[in-house]
């Protein structure tokens, strides 16, 4: 069955720490693979997305992600965050082609100290 | 421009009652999506949209769920026999239509069944 875990339930940094999240996926072809963030009292919104291509993807606000085929993994990444980054980060997949409907992780809460 | 918008944006029945949820999507948008959130969990797919027609209820938990978009725009997810299990946060999302476009999604409605 297909599958997208997150390891981390919540994390907690302060101010210009450096941030992974990390992202696993369990599919048995070719995936595309999405970062959504929720802030505080907000709907689902996209932050980066991957298709194919270069495997390191570069979204909004400063994410990035990078695809690794062979770790299944596509782990989201921001070299300094802000207290505005405080939020709940959702992976999901679906497979490439026709299928659209979006498998999601549990999400991580990340809470970034001022 | 206008987003995803779902009413009510709260909803509180009492078990074994029916309930209408409403999704209207982003004008021109062919793709709906329903899904499921629960406490401490990501979204859970439940049916998508393409046009007028369900292309996949594969996520429907049983035949007291039951979604419809008549006119290819406003979707409304129907409950039947409420049980305490169904609360959550129902959420919509829609798309172009395409396998690359991105879904928006919806504020939620919360369901809340004593």
């Known amino acids: 069955a297909q599958s997208v875990s997150q390891h981390n339930h919540h994390v907690i940094l302060s101010e210009a720490a450096s941030l992974e999240l990390g992202c696993n996926y369990s599919y048995g072809g070719t995936v595309n693979l999405f970062w959504y963030v929720q802030y505080p009292g907000q709907h689902l919104q996209l932050l980066l997305k991957?298709?194919?291509?270069?495997?390191l993807v570069k979204g909004i606000k400063g994410f990035e992600a990078e695809f690794i085929k062979s770790k299944f993994s596509f782990n989201l990444r921001k070299p300094s965050v802000q207290w505005s980054d405080t939020a709940e980060y959702f992976c999901?997949?679906?497979?490439?082609?026709?299928?659209?409907?979006?498998?999601f992780g549990s999400g991580t809460q990340l809470t970034v100290l001022p | 421009g206008a987003g995803v918008s779902q009413t009510p944006s709260n909803k509180v029945t009492e078990k074994g009652k029916y309930v209408e949820l409403r999704c209207d999507p982003i004008s021109g948008h062919t793709a709906l999506y329903w899904y499921r959130q629960s406490l401490g969990q990501g979204p859970e797919f439940l049916i998508y949209?393409?046009?007028?027609?369900?292309?996949?209820d594969s996520g429907l938990p049983n035949d007291r769920f039951f979604a419809v978009r008549p006119e290819g725009s406003v979707s409304t997810l129907k409950i039947q026999r409420t049980e305490r299990g169904d609360s959550a946060v129902y959420l919509c999302?829609?798309?172009?239509?395409?396998?690359?476009?991105?879904?928006?999604f919806g504020p939620g409605t919360r369901l809340t069944v004593l």
């Open positions: 949209f393409q046009g007028t027609g369900a292309a996949d």
């Open positions: 999901a997949a679906h497979p490439s082609g026709s299928a659209r409907q979006l498998t």
């Open positions: 999302a829609s798309s172009r239509g395409g396998t690359t476009d991105t879904q928006y």
């Open positions: 991957y298709f194919s291509g270069d495997p």
